[in-house]
């Protein structure tokens, strides 16, 4: 469902783009770049572990290699929670939770679609999870970064009702297994494979993910210059363009470094579009969007410059 869609000052979109908008925001039967980079990633986690583990290249290196396999993961896991891999739901879930497996075994797909749900649902309020990537200070940042998925198993405990409950009872059984065989396969001499090939990898990769696609599109600063997580009312029903940022600029760059989400702001406008239409839906709409108040980070800045309705100009936006 699309935010705009309920939000009491929409976007509106003009009669002769709507056509081309409910084909961009559409979830197809299979979304196709989708799934051959989750393919490109099965491979290539695969391959580097089969040649490690027969000793063709280093441990080291085989650690370098899977942490860049696994960082795009994140596309797979978002799209998937988000159902936005396929039409069919039992097939979108299914992908979305393969993807985990690779990365974040102890955690379920449920889990973390009810967590960044709220996050969508609460957008920079109190109640939003994603205030957990926001430390006060770098050290106690960085590993908020690493650990956010067990932000997300904290805030399911805390919720306390009966869906939270329900995904929290099969939702531990995995747990139990990932740590089990972890375990076993430690007991049984294979440390190393499990460290330097998983262990290592997926919390870098986590590091990356939480830093790219969890603080970044929702960072703001107070006058004093200090970086925190915006507020709500950056994203109010009525200011909805102000509640993430947008990145302009190396778009070609951006769309490989931040798998599309450099667009942030679009997916929190049409969450279930396929991730990968995030720039088409930009240059479709950018008219209607500058008109509105945005949050702007240009090329590799961190700190958004906001711009009030109609002040962001086509030429300043591909600086």
Not at 22 to 35: G, I, K, S
Request: charged share 15%; with cysteine; net charge positive.
């Amino acid at each position: 469902m699309s935010i705009n869609v309920t939000a009491t000052n929409p976007v509106i979109i003009p009669e002769e783009k709507r056509a081309r908008m409910e084909a961009l925001t559409r979830v197809p039967l299979f979304a196709w770049p989708t799934l051959g980079l989750f393919f490109v990633i099965i491979v290539g986690v695969s391959a580097t572990d089969y040649v490690a583990i027969q000793g063709h290249i280093p441990y080291t290196i085989a650690m370098l290699l899977n942490i860049i396999w696994m960082y795009p993961i994140f596309h797979v896991l978002h799209d998937g929670t988000h159902g936005a891999i396929s039409s069919n739901k039992k097939l979108n879930n299914f992908i979305g939770q393969t993807a985990l497996l690779f990365v974040w075994p102890e955690v379920t797909l449920k889990i973390f679609r009810l967590g960044h749900m709220q996050h969508h649902r609460y957008t920079n309020a109190a109640e939003d999870p994603d205030h957990y990537m926001f430390g006060s200070n770098w050290p106690s940042t960085i590993l908020r970064w690493m650990t956010f998925e067990f932000n997300y198993v904290v805030y399911t405990l805390k919720l306390k009702n009966k869906t939270s409950q329900k995904i929290l009872s099969t939702a531990i059984p995995v747990a139990v297994l990932a740590a089990t065989v972890a375990g076993a396969l430690c007991f049984l001499g294979y440390w190393k494979e499990v460290l330097m090939l998983w262990l290592i990898p997926s919390r870098i990769t986590m590091f990356l993910v939480g830093f790219a696609f969890l603080w970044l599109p929702h960072l703001s600063e107070n006058k004093d210059g200090k970086l925190l997580h915006m507020t709500v009312a950056d994203s109010s029903l009525d200011n909805l363009t102000a509640g993430s940022t947008v990145r302009l600029g190396y778009n070609g760059l951006m769309s490989i470094l931040l798998q599309w989400h450099h667009l942030h702001l679009i997916h929190h406008m049409w969450p279930t579009t396929p991730s990968y239409n995030h720039e088409r839906i930009w240059a479709l709409l950018e008219p209607e969007l500058t008109q509105r108040d945005l949050h702007v980070q240009h090329g590799f800045t961190l700190r958004p410059t906001f711009y009030p309705g109609g002040t962001l100009k086509s030429p300043a936006a591909h600086v």
